[in-house]
C-alpha cells in the first residue's frame, strides 16, 4: 500500500511540473511571437518560410534542430558565413539583433514550436546566457 502511494504521488508531481512546464512555454513562445514580429518576419516572413537562397527557412527547419546552440548563438549575435537549411545554401549576413538573452530564449522557444518544428526541451535563459562568442 505504502509503495503504491509513493508511486501515486511522484505521478501527480510529474503531472504537476509538466502542466508548469507547458505553461512557461507557452507564455514564452506568446512573448517570442511579438519578438518575431518585430525583428525577424521581414526576411523569415510571417510563415517562415523565408527567400530561397537569401534568407533561410525557419519553418521545418532541419538546421534549427540539428544546430541548437549555433541556432541561439546567431539570434544572439547575428549570423555570418555559410550554412545549410534543408539541403539549400545560405551565405548571407544577419546583424545582431541586439535583444537580451530573455528575449533570445523566447523567440527561440516560438520558432522551435511553429511551423511544424518541435522541440522536446525548452530554450532557457540560462541555457542562452551560457552561450558565448
Given at each position: 500500500m505504502k509503495a503504491?502511494?509513493?508511486v501515486y504521488f511522484l505521478v501527480v508531481i510529474s503531472l504537476g511540473f509538466s502542466l508548469v512546464q507547458e505553461s512557461?512555454?507557452?507564455e514564452s513562445m506568446q512573448r517570442g511571437s511579438e519578438i518575431y514580429a518585430d525583428f525577424c518576419v521581414t526576411c523569415h516572413l510571417a510563415n517562415g518560410e523565408g527567400v530561397?537562397?537569401?534568407f533561410p527557412p525557419l519553418a521545418n527547419s532541419d538546421?534549427?534542430?540539428k544546430n541548437r546552440t549555433a541556432s541561439i548563438k546567431g539570434v544572439k549575435y547575428g549570423q555570418q558565413g555559410e550554412i545549410?537549411?534543408?539541403g539549400v545554401t545560405y551565405?548571407?549576413?544577419m546583424a545582431s539583433l541586439g535583444l537580451t538573452d530573455d528575449e533570445v530564449a523566447d523567440v527561440m522557444n516560438f520558432v522551435l514550436n511553429s511551423w511544424?518544428?518541435?522541440s522536446d526541451k525548452?530554450?532557457?535563459t540560462a541555457e542562452v546566457s551560457a552561450i558565448k562568442k
Open positions: 503504491t502511494l509513493t512557461q512555454l507557452k530561397s537562397h537569401v538546421y534549427l534542430v545549410t537549411v534543408n551565405n548571407s549576413a511544424g518544428n518541435t525548452m530554450v532557457t
